[in-house]
Nanobody, 123 residues
Framework: VQLQASGGGLVQAGGSLRLSCVVS????????LAWFRQAPGKEREFVAG???????YIADSVKGRFTISRDIAKAMVNLEMNSLKPEDTAVYYC??????????????????WGQGTLVTVSS
């Protein structure tokens, strides 16, 4: 299984970006797909995740601004990011793993990662 993330770029504060992650080489419909991000000098942190039943989990830091969705037919998970802030600047990674109750925000449970896409928000 491979994950290919895209959609990063440079945007001004208050702007929007849409990240996409394509899952290839395996079944995505039954997996928990998530987005993490890692800013320079910081640990990788959970941003959002979505289960096969479409239940969604959003980090408090982005709640109300970011939306996660999946397109099973296209084996794709998207992250719509609005009202971006400079503190959203990071490399964003998509990841696939089993859904672990209460621990879905821990990157250690994810076995497959995309290559990352850089999001830079200027003030």
């Amino acid at each position: 299984v491979q994950l290919q993330a895209s959609g990063g770029g440079l945007v001004q504060a208050g702007g929007s970006l849409r990240l996409s992650c394509v899952v290839s080489g395996g079944t995505s419909s039954s997996s928990f797909l998530a987005w993490f991000r890692q800013a320079p000098g910081k640990e990788r942190e959970f941003v959002a995740g979505i289960r096969s039943n479409n239940m969604k989990y959003i980090a408090d830091s982005v709640k109300g601004r970011f939306t996660i969705s999946r397109d099973i037919a296209k084996a794709m998970v998207n992250l719509e990011m609005n009202s971006l802030k400079p503190e959203d600047t990071a490399v964003y990674y998509c990841a696939r793993g089993p859904f672990v109750v209460g621990r879905y925000n821990d990157p250690v449970y994810y076995g497959v990662w995309g290559q990352g896409t850089l999001v830079t928000v200027s003030s």
